[in-house]
Each structure stands twice: as structure tokens, then as C-alpha cells.
């Protein structure tokens, strides 16, 4: 089982749709949680970052985790062409003060006029 | 706020042969992470630097290595390449502990 599961999609939404997107963990020392956009042939952005269970709304975006179920999302509302890209769930793992990100492997969203 | 830098953005490369990839991180950022982007694995965590040591190793045979310099600037090399290395090798930097990382676009490398 890996241990960042998220659903590859691709995932076609009209524009002004709701998206909801989603990663499952295993892990329960995961504590934190980001959201990253990928364009074509660009490197990742960082979309949300997030530690408590709960909501953090920014703009459109709204990232939601719940820790006793292991579960994160990211909801886009009023969804845009220009969202059209691949997102990505990534947890930090710390050892120490030493980091990596596991990532899961991206749902990619095409929002049609 | 200049980004994160790496250089060069496109590599084409013979198997068996040597390649050395660049990063730059934004001004001030000490931790430089690498990462393979591949279309059947994903995100790989390659490992990260701070103030030039080597803190965390992903799963990668010792072909793969790295360094990073006194201005943070980091290095990657990979050597006897194989068509499997093919991949987006994407470097990130992070301000301090608990801080998201910021990437940079990336080289493609194309092993023939």
C-alpha cells in the first residue's frame, strides 16, 4: 500500500464548477499538508499549506483535513480554464530536522469552457 | 523575489555517459531538495542539503549523488546513466523548518 493514495483522474469539469479533489494516507505521522498545481512543463506551485484538521479557505481554494480518517481535499469553487492543470497532494515527513515530501501521484483536472 | 533556478532546462544524454544538474534556490533559502518526476512513479524524493550536508537520502542507487555549496547552491549528478533515468529533475527550497517548498521548473533529461 502506498502511503499517500490519490485519485489519477483525469477529472473534466464545465467551467464554474465545484472540484473536489482527494488524498488518502496511511500514515498517522503525517501532520502537515500541502497542495501543490503543476502546469505542463512547469514545476509544482504551492497551492495551500495546512496543519489542524479542519478548513483554510484561500480565495476559490479550500483545503480540508480530517487527521482521524486520514483524509485530505481540496475543493475549488467557481472553477476557471486557467485551473487546468495537475494537483497534487504532499505530506512533509520529518526526521529530526531532516524533510522529505511524499507526494501522491496527481489528479489532473481540464476545466472546458 | 527571483525563483528557484535550475539549469539547464533541457538535457539529452548517452547511456553509460555522466550528467551534472544546477540549482539555485531563492536568496536566503539553506534547504535545496531534489525530486524525479516521473510519468509511472511520480514524485521521488531524491534528498536534501542544508548548509551544504546531505540530511535525507531517498531510495536511489549510489549512482545518484549530490552536493551543495556555500551560497546554497546545489548539484546533482548522476553517473552511468540508464534509459530509466529519463525524468523531470525538479529542485526545491525551503526558508526554514515548517516552511512549504518552492520549485523550480525543472530539467528534463532524456537518456538515449
Known amino acids: 500500500q502506498k502511503e499517500v493514495e490519490q485519485d489519477p483522474g483525469p477529472l473534466s469539469v464545465p467551467e464554474g464548477a465545484i472540484v473536489s479533489l482527494n488524498c488518502t494516507y496511511s500514515n498517522s505521522a503525517f501532520q502537515y499538508f500541502m497542495w501543490y498545481r503543476q502546469y505542463s512543463r512547469k514545476g509544482p506551485e504551492l497551492l495551500m499549506y495546512?496543519?489542524?484538521?479542519g478548513n483554510k479557505e484561500d480565495g476559490r481554494f479550500t483545503a480540508q483535513v480530517d487527521k482521524s480518517s486520514k483524509y485530505i481535499s481540496l475543493f475549488i469553487r467557481d472553477s476557471q480554464p486557467s485551473d487546468s492543470a495537475t494537483y497534487l497532494c504532499a505530506l512533509p515527513g520529518y526526521t529530526g530536522t531532516a524533510s522529505k515530501l511524499t507526494f501522491g501521484t496527481g489528479t489532473r483536472l481540464q476545466v472546458t469552457l | 523575489k527571483a525563483g528557484v533556478t535550475q539549469t539547464p532546462r533541457y538535457l539529452i544524454k548517452t547511456r553509460g555517459q555522466q550528467v551534472t544538474l544546477s540549482c539555485s534556490p531563492i536568496s536566503g533559502h539553506r534547504s535545496v531538495s531534489w525530486y524525479q518526476q516521473t510519468p509511472g512513479q511520480g514524485l521521488q524524493f531524491l534528498f536534501e542539503y542544508f548548509s551544504e550536508t546531505q540530511r535525507n537520502k531517498g531510495n536511489f542507487p549510489g549512482r545518484f549523488s549530490g552536493r551543495q555549496f556555500s551560497n546554497s547552491r546545489s548539484e546533482m549528478n548522476v553517473s552511468t546513466l540508464e534509459l530509466g533515468d529519463s525524468a523531470l529533475y525538479l529542485c526545491?527550497?525551503?526558508?526554514?523548518?515548517?516552511?512549504?517548498?518552492?520549485f523550480g521548473s525543472g530539467t528534463r533529461l532524456t537518456v538515449v
Open positions: 495546512t496543519y489542524s484538521s
Open positions: 526545491a527550497s525551503r526558508a526554514a523548518e515548517n516552511y512549504g517548498y518552492t
